[in-house]
């Protein structure tokens, strides 16, 4: 098992800055790769970025150039810096943890942005 807490949520205006940590406990020497997603009301859950087991980041079209997700060597925690910040990013963020068996979640921050 892997539990994720995630923190750093809240209202910001249009134009800000963000960032969300996760922290994670548990069976972390079984975690591949470590991701945020996000859901918007309404909207299905999407993937904003990941983190792959070599280090490498991935990260989805709406928030290229704006975003930058980093995680330590332990798989002790996972953030996301989200810069520039649109009304359209507005959505209850998730960490997320994929082991070879399952995929584990936190259970949300939400994150509004002001226009």
């Known amino acids: 098992q892997v539990q994720l807490v995630e923190s750093g949520g809240g209202l910001v205006q249009a134009g800000g800055s963000l960032r969300l940590s996760c922290a994670a406990s548990g069976n972390i020497v079984s975690i591949i790769t470590m991701a945020w997603y996000r859901q918007a009301p309404g909207k299905q859950r999407e993937a904003v970025a990941t983190?792959?087991?070599?280090?490498?980041?991935n990260y989805d079209d709406s928030v290229k150039g704006r975003g930058s997700i980093a995680r330590d060597s332990d798989y002790r925690w996972v953030s996301l810096q989200l810069d520039a910040l649109k009304p359209e990013d507005t959505a209850v963020y998730f960490c997320s943890a994929r082991t070879r068996d399952r995929r584990y979640w936190g259970q949300g921050t939400q994150v509004t942005v002001s226009s």
């Open positions: 983190v792959m087991s070599d280090g490498s980041p």
